[in-house]
């Protein structure tokens, strides 16, 4: 799969709260998630994620608590809002319909070819 880097990266707060939607998580499981999805195609710099989260919880989409995993170092969690759910299902929407787009945009059917 190459996919650009540029591709992805507008939609980097889609793809977080896409794994945020399946529960509660922390940033170094999420990428980790991320990279086993896409075979290990892709996946966020520690900066562009904690970026992103800081955003998306600014903006109402997610909200984090530090959890209580026992002994060692505590870990923030992050959950989606109803608001953030919201905005995924906004955002997924649109991204059907750019793909829907670029389809018809960029693809030549065969009999269209040959006609």
Do not use: C, V
Request: hydrophobic share 30%; charged share 30%.
């Amino acid at each position: 799969m190459s996919i650009s880097a540029d591709t992805l990266r507008g939609h980097t707060d889609t793809i977080i709260l896409a794994q945020l939607a399946r529960g509660d998580n922390y940033g170094y499981e999420i990428n980790k998630n991320i990279q086993q999805l896409t075979q290990g195609e892709y996946g966020l710099k520690e900066a562009t994620l904690y970026t992103a989260f800081k955003r998306l919880e600014q903006s109402g989409f997610i909200a984090s608590y530090w959890g209580d995993d026992g002994p060692g170092a505590r870990r923030r969690y992050y959950a989606i809002t109803e608001e953030g759910r919201r905005h995924w299902a906004e955002a997924r929407q649109e991204w059907e319909n750019t793909r829907a787009l670029l389809d018809a945009l960029i693809s030549i059917e065969e009999d269209e070819h040959n006609g």
